[in-house]
Nanobody, 120 residues
Framework: QVQLVESGGGLVQAGGSLRLSCAASGRTFSSYAMGWFRQAPGKEREFVAAISRTGIRTNYADSVKGRFTISRDNAKNIMYLQMNSLKPEDTAVYYC?????????????WGQGTQVTVSE
């Protein structure tokens, strides 16, 4: 079992930046891929980005390509999501989850999420 704690969210104006963190414990962090997901009010949870166990391979949703960068530090058991050029449509609760590869499948372990709000 793995425990996940997301942090780093907040309120930012359109065009601004935020860096999210996902701290993991309970399993060997470097043994699994990691992904970021988000859920906006009234919408289903959607895939945002993923990174392989070693960090060599990444995968992004088309909506965030060129703006978001995913990374991980296996020595610290932390994954990051650098979000630049934020848009109001990026507003959502962001979650992280472990998985098998950068395209899933994803384990059904979720943290409490971190709220990102982007104003006009």
């Amino acid at each position: 079992q793995v425990q996940l704690v997301e942090s780093g969210g907040g309120l930012v104006q359109a065009g601004g930046s935020l860096r999210l963190s996902c701290a993991a414990s309970g399993r060997t962090f470097s043994s699994y891929a990691m992904g970021w997901f988000r859920q906006a009010p009234g919408k289903e949870r959607e895939f945002v980005a993923a990174i392989s166990r070693t960090g060599i391979r990444t995968n992004y949703a088309d909506s965030v390509k060129g703006r978001f960068t995913i990374s991980r530090d296996n020595a610290k058991n932390i994954m990051y999501l650098q979000m630049n050029s934020l848009k109001p449509e990026d507003t959502a609760v962001y979650y992280c989850a472990p998985g098998t590869t950068t395209t899933g499948p994803w384990d059904n372990y979720w943290g409490q999420g971190t709220q990102v709000t982007v104003s006009e």
